[in-house]
């Protein structure tokens, strides 16, 4: 595939955007369009042995041409010197700068915009979080702003990836036990989707909380039948433990649900790469 190509007709398409959406804008496509090389996580010694170095080598020596990508999987050092910061300069003529720190060799790349240094960071999640219409979390003032946050979140919805809100909201849904039947039988719009980011917070934990709470409930009255000394061993479960199945089975009904949904909408990206899977695992179980 030609990704420069395909960008290129992309952002002509968006001709009206600013300069500062089409960054943005290719920062998003990017992490769409690629996924993180969950083999990195196995370059170890102790789990492969000499095999580690061979094949920490061939993926850090891994070079992407735009013009010509047949694999999507890559890692930070590839994006930052082989992928954003030739899209920026190629079809924004936008200088960027590529980093390196951390004390582990991590990659990123940064930009002037509006006398601020943005850093573009995508592979510490975004490039999962993005698929999705989640709000990312490396791409931002080097210097903190409290308020670009709320601009970003302006600028999304003026380049349309959200309408009003970042979809966190559209997974707490998914969750539940029957609003996946509800949408697909009445197209009923997401009712936590208008509600600030914090509220779509609470709610999510409450959902995990109450339905626990009913599970301990229906618990207290199946023990009411059992001899005494079962209910006892039956009521020294750890309670923590608990709350993390509840929490990993309401996780898994939402990807089942999500990657039905996404049968039925080219807008969705099926969740296929495991690393896509355990970046919504993490962000979603604590």
């Not at 582990?104 to 995508?122: L, P, R, S």
């Amino acid at each position: 595939m030609n990704i420069l190509e395909k960008l290129a007709k992309e952002l002509q398409e968006r001709k009206n955007f600013t300069l500062e959406q089409k960054k943005r804008y290719l920062y998003l496509r990017v992490c769409q369009l690629f996924s993180y090389d969950t083999r990195w996580h196995f370059c170890k010694y102790d789990l492969i042995g000499k095999k580690a170095a061979v094949l920490k080598n061939e993926i850090l020596n891994n070079k992407i041409d735009l013009e010509n990508v047949s694999k999507f999987n890559i890692i930070c050092k590839n994006y930052s010197e082989d992928i954003f910061s030739v899209i920026l300069n190629e079809l924004l003529n936008c200088e960027a700068r590529i980093e390196c720190g951390d004390g582990e060799g991590h990659y990123w790349v940064e930009f002037e915009e509006n006398n601020q240094t943005i850093k573009a960071d995508a592979t510490l999640g975004d490039l999962t979080r993005a698929k999705f219409g989640f709000a990312t979390y490396g791409y931002k003032p080097i210097k903190k702003d409290k308020f670009y946050k709320e601009r970003l979140k302006n600028i999304d919805k003026e380049i349309d990836y959200i309408k009003s809100n970042y979809e966190n909201a559209f997974w707490i849904g998914l969750m539940g036990y029957s609003y996946h039947q509800t949408l697909q039988n009445t197209g009923l719009i997401n009712p936590f989707s208008f509600l600030p980011e914090e509220e779509q917070d609470i709610i999510s934990k409450n959902i995990i909380m109450q339905e626990r709470e009913m599970q301990k409930s229906s618990l207290k009255q199946l023990l009411k039948s059992f001899p005494n000394e079962l209910q006892e061993i039956l009521h020294r479960q750890d309670e923590s433990e608990e709350n993390i199945i509840i929490k990993l089975e309401k996780i898994k009904r939402a990807l089942s649900n999500y990657n039905y949904l996404a049968l039925l909408d080219k807008n969705k990206y099926s969740l296929k790469e495991f690393e896509d899977i355990k970046i919504i695992v993490r962000d979603f179980f604590y």
